[in-house]
């Protein structure tokens, strides 16, 4: 009798371990999709690293834009409608010059450019520091 309720109450452990398992406030992942992943760029012989955030308005489209420098190596991340680019520092005559995806970001001052090289018109929206 004693081996038959010792039995019961194994499984009645058992199965409240499992429920409480089932009840377990371990945080869910977000859907692939809505993930965000990191990524880490060492730069030779550079000490810091220092960036700037600003937000842009380019004839009615929002820019957000994340400047980010370590020496030489100079990125702009931009973000806008559902589009995520990291833009490069390239060539420019004034200012600097970004190139990312189909997209040119070039800025001087408190004023930008912004073009979609794949657009039926591609003529650069002109942009004004917002924030």
Do not use: H
């Not at 997209?103 to 450019?113: D, F, L, M």
Request: aromatic letters at 10%; one cysteine or more; hydrophobic letters at 40%.
């Amino acid at each position: 009798m004693k081996t038959v309720l010792r039995a019961r109450q194994a499984a009645l452990f058992v199965g409240s371990l499992a429920f409480l398992a089932g009840c377990s406030s371990t945080p869910q992942r977000p859907p692939p999709g809505e993930q965000e992943a990191f990524i880490v760029i060492g730069v030779p012989r550079v000490a810091s690293v220092a960036s700037e955030k600003k937000s842009y308005d380019c004839d009615g489209l929002s820019v957000r834009v994340e400047y980010i420098n370590a020496g030489d190596s100079s990125l702009a991340v931009l973000e806008f409608d559902e589009e995520f680019v990291v833009a490069s520092n390239v060539l420019s005559g004034s200012g600097a010059r970004y190139a990312g995806k189909q997209y040119i970001w070039w800025v001087k001052g408190e004023e930008a450019q912004f073009e979609n090289l794949m657009a039926d018109d591609p003529q650069p929206r002109q942009c004004q520091v917002t924030s």
